[in-house]
Each structure stands twice: as structure tokens, then as C-alpha cells.
């Protein structure tokens, strides 16, 4: 029996096999959206009304709470399922909860006044920095933009490049034995050539769902105020299989199908084992972890609340910081490309720590 669908309409299957993504409006539960949102600014240690406090354009943040995915963003829930063809394909564990890992672009003065083509834009990539890529690889199915502020136009919202998924595809047929993460200077060579460019516009709760090869980047916030963003993820227990017999093949894999010109891609064998590690991203936002606490327990105390108050995975014990490290992949090995450290004016180092433990 082929697949069914019953939260996706005919509308989103056509625009996600088209381009890549798909917008589902006000799908964050407004309960998360104000707690999350709460402490931002002491976490950041910035001012919101004082800019000259925002010393850095750009910041990602690590996680204390998290949910249930579908506790986050039912709706769109229940379209992500039907994308990677069901509830069953999706890891029971890896990124079953979606969190407050803020992403924030608050711009600068500067870009207030300049304007750069998406084609001239840096930093493309696919979020994945925790698997050795193949071009069957579903460690990340899809990468989700849940967006806890408004974006207006030139507002900074991720910047997409449609029609580049095609070099992706092509390049990751091209070498069955895969790519280690870092992998940005070889696979986004082609991006400056693509046309078909689009930059995310939502109001606070919108949902993107994006296919996990689609490369994006950021766009240059011109308005100069704190777009926030996250970007968890759908990890799927098995790779796509490119060659169903009954061509009944998910959203997902009809995207590189159709990437590739294909019906199905029978002869794609990976020529090196399947590899897992510890995120690469995740060591520099990790890194923040001591010190967002101690400015989340300080603003309790100042309203004359104990530490108790506040609510951190880091503060619930060995057993809950335990669950959230499988769940993040921080249980992990450093894989072959060692993980990031942060320098400031964001930028970033290779390192290879001798512990990847953090911190608390
Ligand atoms: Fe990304």
C-alpha cells in the first residue's frame, strides 16, 4: 500500500520536493516560547536595551531545558513524521527533545548600511558535524528552524540555497567512501553559481522544516536587533534506502532522487564504515555552560531566590545530565575531526581536548 499522508497536504509535499524546505506557522507552544525566552538576556550577559553591551554578532548558545519534540511543536510534529515516512524510522533517542540551544544573530551597525548578494554569503554548510557523510546518511533527515523571535525581511533569517542541493547530492555520489566533518571547503564549492536563493522570514513560533542536505547559511541581520533561532534536528535509525523496489520512497529520499535526476540509485554502496562522534559544535557551546549558570543562579538571587530556582539540566543531577548527553550525542567519542573551540569575533579553532567533559 503506498504511503499516506494526513498532516502534510498535497501543497506542502509539492513545496518541500521543490525547495527543500517547508513553513509551518505558529507551531511552538507559546508556554516554551515565553519560559525559554524569560532568562535570554541573562544569559547572554548582555543589556537588550543597551547595544553597546552586545559585544558579539553572532552567538550559539548551549541547552538547559528541553522537551519533548512533539511537545515543542506539535503540529509541525506531525508533518516532520510523515517527511522521513513514520514515527518508527525516527531514533528512539537521539534528538527526541527539542530544547533552548539559542542561535542569535543580532547584526551591527555596520550591516545597517551594507548590503552583500546571497551568492557572495560565507559559512555554508549542512548541519552535520557528528557522522561520517554518505549520500544514503540520515543521521540528520532534517534540520528544524524553530524561530522564538520575529524575523522580518533583512532581519537575519537563514539564508538557503535551493537549488544547491544538487551539487551535494552529486558530490556525495561521487564518493562512497564519505566525508569526515570539517567538511565546509570541499562539498559548498558550487554555491556561489546557484540562482535560487531564499532567505527565512517568520513571526515568533513559526517552524521550518528543512531537508538535511539543503545548504544554508546565515544572512546579515541589517536591522540590528536579537533574532533568535534553534536548530534541532531528525535522526533516523536507518539510511535512506535509495533503491525501493515499490519506488514508494519517502519525502526525504524523493528529494536527493530528484537532486540526482534519478528513479533510484541501486549501485550507491559506502565503501567505509558507518562513523559516530561527538559533535564538533557542540565543545564551544558547552564551553558556556559554568558561566550562563552563574548568571542565571545570581539574577534568582537578586530576586531573593535560591539555586533551586533555576532550571537547568546542568542542576538536576548526575542521572538527568546523563539522559541529555545520549540524547545530544555527547556520550560520544571526538571523532576524527576534533571538536571547535570559540575565539572571539566569531571565530573558531580545531582542538583536540584531552576530556570532552564539561565543566559543572
Ligand atoms: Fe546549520
Known sequence: MPREYHHLTAEDRAHFLEHGWLKVSNAIDQRYMEEWMADLWTRLGYDAEDKSTWEETYIKLPRHREVPAPELCPKAWEKIVEIVGGDDKIDPVRERYYGDQFIINFGSEYWKTHEIPPNEA??????????????????????????????????????????????????????????????????????????????????????????GLLPHTWSENHLHYARVISNPHVNLVEPFNLNRKDSDYTMCEQVILRALGRESVPEFKPTRPRLSHYPRTAFFKRARVAEELQRMIQAAESKGLGPESVDSIYLKGEEAIKEHEKRN??????????????????????????SKAVLV
Open 122 to 211: 560565507i559559512g555554508w554548510h549542512h548541519d552535520n558535524d557528528w557522522y561520517r557523510q554518505f549520500l544514503d546518511s540520515s543521521g540528520n533527515a532534517l534540520t528544524i528552524i524553530c524561530c522564538f523571535t520575529d524575523i522580518p525581511a533583512r532581519g537575519g533569517g537563514t539564508l538557503v540555497a535551493e537549488d544547491g542541493i544538487e551539487g551535494v547530492c552529486k558530490y556525495l555520489y561521487d564518493h562512497p567512501e564519505g566525508l569526515d566533518s570539517p567538511f565546509e571547503d570541499t562539498l559548498y564549492t558550487h554555491i556561489p553559481s546557484c540562482k535560487k536563493f531564499a532567505t527565512i522570514e517568520a513571526k515568533a513560533g513559526d517552524v521550518f522544516i528543512t531537508h
Open 329 to 354: 550525542g555527547y556520550d560520544k567519542e571526538i571523532g576524527p575531526g576534533g571538536v571547535l573551540e570559540w575565539k572571539a569575533g566569531n571565530k573558531y579553532e580545531t582542538v583536540r581536548p584531552a
